[in-house]
């Protein structure tokens, strides 16, 4: 059963990540998140007192949110040491709304294999996550979710999509890791058929919901959002929720979009699952 008595917006998120620092009441959310973040929370299936899992967390908002929204406790992991400073902006935030810091934790852990036994989180979360694991790391974190996720217990996945799979590479320092010379690998678009082949095909996760926010009109994204400056894009950032609303819609497929769109999944173990991840 769903959680939420009343349905979150972009704008929900904006105003609470105001809450956690000045500078988000500038900088904001991006459109994208505008998009994601509510459709997550709003389906989130938690049972009472429930365990969740969040996946590449960093400095978000989302988990903090879902502590202060459930009673659930909720797990924020990022391989980056800055989640390790959540800690502090969840303490400020206990101070000015009825956060309980107790029901949520933060710690340094690598996706591909993390510390936690079998059959453990009734949910996990991973938002704009796995498109940012090196290598063939997304397929193999989708491995070690299954693992720990109970039977019965459910994944929620956001990636970036588009009509063709590219990778992108940066010369600069790259979430924990030290630019030497060489690009590093920072980010993936998959396509219909990589996120179909390289992801869902791989995993015995079954797919029980997917919706794909495209750009219908052209391609806002690419043409005109992010060739930006930053500092001018700043100007912009409080308006995500409107942006999001006005430029991108649901479609059928990351094919029929204009420019860049966003997966939205939610993926279940199977209950007749055992620990080892076969069938009785």
Not at 121 to 145: C, K, N, P, R, Y
Request: hydrophobic fraction near 40%.
């Amino acid at each position: 059963m769903n959680h939420a008595d009343k349905k979150v917006t972009g704008w929900d998120f904006y105003f609470f990540r105001s809450r956690m620092a000045f500078r988000y009441r500038i900088s904001g959310i991006t459109p994208e998140r505008a998009l994601e973040l509510p459709w997550c929370f709003n389906r989130l299936i938690l049972p009472p007192d429930g365990v969740l899992l969040d996946i590449g967390s960093r400095n978000s908002e989302f988990p903090l949110f879902v502590a202060w929204k459930t009673r659930s406790r909720v797990i924020a992991v990022d391989v980056d040491p800055i989640i390790l400073k959540q800690k502090e902006a969840a303490g400020k935030l206990a101070r000015t709304i009825p956060l309980d810091v107790n029901k949520i934790s933060f710690q340094q852990q690598d996706a591909v294999k993390m510390d936690f036994p079998d059959n453990y989180f009734d949910v996990v979360t991973a938002i704009s996550v796995l498109e940012h694991i090196t290598g063939d790391g997304d397929a193999q974190t989708l491995s070690e979710i299954h693992r720990i996720l109970k039977p019965g217990g459910h994944f929620y996945l956001t990636v970036p999509c588009a009509q063709k799979y590219t990778e992108e590479f940066v010369n600069r320092n790259v979430y924990g890791r030290k630019f030497s010379g060489e690009p590093l690998f920072f980010s993936r678009i998959y396509d219909d058929e990589t996120l179909q082949g390289k992801l869902l095909n791989r995993t015995p996760l079954q797919v029980v919901e997917k919706t794909i926010f495209g750009q219908p009109h052209f391609d806002f994204y690419s043409v005109w959002w992010k060739k930006l400056p930053a500092s001018f894009r700043l100007l912009f950032c409080w308006m995500s929720p409107w942006i999001a609303a006005i430029f991108y819609r649901e479609m059928g497929a990351a094919s029929e979009s204009h420019g860049q769109s966003i997966a939205c999944l939610i993926l279940k173990k199977d209950l007749l699952q055992d620990k080892q991840g076969g069938l009785k």
